[in-house]
C-alpha cells in the first residue's frame, strides 16, 4: 500500500513544510474540484469553502459566478482571476496574500486545478514559500474517462493536450508508441479526427481506445472501438469536450529485427524530421531493444558507407 509523503515518519522535517508547522506562515492554499459538466456533482466542502475564503482565484470569474449561483452561495472573499493570460503576474500577489495569512481558494473552469488547467505555478510558488497546501477532491475527467471505457485501468499515464501541429504530434506519439500503460488524452473537438488519425498511425488502426464526450452532462456518450474506426466516425464532426482513451501497447516481447531493418526504421524517422538521438529511442521502445543497440546498427551501417564511399 502507497503511504502518502505527509505520513511518512521524518516527514515534518522536509523544509517545504517547515514554515507553516512553525507558525512562520498561517495562509492556506485550497485546490478545489469543480464540476466537470452536472453542478450537482459538487463536492459538499466546495460551498463552504467559497463562502469562506479570503480570496478565490478563479480561471473565469463568469463560470464561477454560475456555480456560485447554481449552489446558491455567495463569497464573501476578494474574487480574482487566474488564468493562463495572468498566472505568471497573479502568482506572486497571491502568494503575498498566503504569506499574510489569507485562505486563498483556487478553482478552475472544471475539474481539479493544476491538471491541464491554471494552477502548477502557484502551488509550486506556495509550496517553496511554506504556505500549506490543502485540496477539496471533485470531479476529474480524466478518472471518469478511464471508469468508463473498459480498458485496463491498473496503470495509466496521462498525456494531457497533444501538439496542435502535426509533425509534433506524431513525435509525440511515436514517444509513447511502446508504452503499455493505459493513455488518457484532452482533446479540442475540432482536432479529434487528426488526433485519432495519428493515433491510428502510429500505435495501429485496431489498437482500442474510448473516446468520451460531454462526461456528466445531458449528451454524454463514449465511443468505443478500433483507432481506424473511431477516426473515421470522428470525421463527421465531434461536438463538445472531449477525452480520450488509448490502450496500452501489448506486451509481444523484443521483436526480430536486423540490424540493417533498425538503420532503415531510425533514417525513416530522420527523413520524416525526427533528430537521429529521438528516432533511436523510439526505435528501440518500438522494438523492443536496448537503444546501445540500435546506436551500435546505425554507426556500423555509417562506417560502413564510408569505407565503401558510398
Partial sequence: MHVPCMALPGADTFPFRQ?????????????????????????PRLAAE?????V??????????????????????????????NESARTPELV???????????????????????????????????????????????LTALALSGLPVDRFCFEGFLPRKAGERLTRLRE????????????????????LAAMAEVFGTDRRAAVCRELTKTYEEVRRGGLGELAAWAGEGVRGEITVVVEGA??????????????????????????????????????????????????AAKNAEKNTGI
Avoid: C, N
Wanted: a negative charge; charged letters at 30%; aromatic letters at 4%.
Fill in 250 to 299: 501489448p506486451d509481444k516481447g523484443p521483436e526480430e529485427v536486423g540490424a540493417e531493418e533498425l538503420v532503415r526504421r531510425v533514417r525513416v524517422r530522420e527523413e520524416a524530421g525526427e533528430r537521429r538521438k529521438e528516432a533511436i529511442a523510439a526505435v528501440a521502445a518500438e522494438v523492443g531493444v536496448p537503444k546501445r543497440e540500435v546506436f551500435d546498427a546505425v554507426v
Fill in 176 to 195: 509513447v508508441a511502446g508504452e503499455r500503460r493505459t493513455l488518457v488524452y484532452f482533446e479540442a473537438p475540432h482536432r479529434l479526427d487528426d488526433t
Fill in 96 to 142: 503575498e496574500e498566503l504569506a499574510g495569512g489569507a485562505r486563498v481558494l483556487l478553482v478552475t473552469d472544471a475539474g481539479m486545478p493544476s491538471v491541464s488547467d491554471p494552477g502548477y505555478r502557484l502551488v509550486a510558488a506556495a509550496v517553496e514559500r511554506g504556505v500549506r497546501v490543502t485540496a477539496v477532491p471533485g470531479p476529474s475527467a480524466v
Fill in 19 to 43: 514554515g507553516w508547522e512553525d507558525g512562520d506562515v498561517t495562509g492556506t492554499l485550497v485546490l478545489a474540484g469543480t464540476p466537470i459538466g452536472d453542478v450537482q456533482d459538487a463536492p
Fill in 56 to 85: 478565490v482565484a478563479a480561471e473565469d470569474t463568469r463560470r464561477l459566478r454560475r456555480l456560485t449561483q447554481a449552489l446558491g452561495v455567495a463569497p464573501a472573499g476578494r474574487v480574482v482571476s487566474y488564468f493562463e493570460g
Fill in 50 to 54: 467559497l463562502a469562506g475564503a479570503d
